[in-house]
């Protein structure tokens, strides 16, 4: 092989290891949502309250990319997943879209479905119970904070760091602020 075809091989191939690298602290990250439930497959059931976009960033193509994404039970302390919610997004445009909640209580939208531009109005709505308002929030340095995922601040427990879940109704039958 000659000389400059060897080092355009090499630069080639160093290259491709460098996309295809890993990121020790998203590894991380990952690997502290632990494994799968079990009897639970990949897919739109998998994972119920978990950060769906810590997986689903696009990063690698797959999974697909989400721009929202989240999960809505139906109280704050018994994690019941809230299927056939409604939960309608409202960006800073005034573009919007509804999506349903599935059987794991999850939903979220693609690229080509929703593409926001944050922040977003979140409406969270089921038949018989007063709706939810919310709104995704703006960084402390005046951007907007481009993460569609709910569960980066909805977690438990509820506290100083986060409102808790996204539920329907509050343990003592009263509704989220």
């Known amino acids: 092989m000659r000389p400059m075809a060897t080092i355009t091989l090499s630069a080639l191939v160093m290259s491709l290891v460098q996309l295809t690298a890993c990121d020790p602290v998203h590894d991380d990250a990952i690997a502290a949502l632990g494994p799968e439930a079990p009897g639970v497959r990949q897919g739109p059931l998998h994972r119920p309250g978990q950060p769906c976009l810590l997986c689903h960033d696009g990063a690698i193509g797959d999974p697909q990319r989400f721009t929202v994404a989240g999960t809505v039970y139906e109280t704050a302390g018994e994690l019941v997943a809230a299927a056939g919610t409604t939960v309608v997004l409202t960006d800073a445009k005034g573009t919007g879209t509804q999506l349903t909640t599935n059987a794991a209580g999850n939903f979220y939208a693609t690229p080509g479905q929703y593409d926001p531009t944050f922040p977003i ?57």
């Open 121 to 177: 109005q979140v409406v969270v709505q089921a038949p018989g119970r007063p709706a939810v308002r919310m709104q995704t929030l703006i960084a402390g340095n005046g951007t907007v904070e481009p993460n569609g995922g709910c569960a980066s601040c909805h977690f438990d427990p509820a506290g100083s760091d986060s409102p808790g879940h996204v539920c329907l109704a509050l343990d003592d039958g009263g509704t989220p602020p």
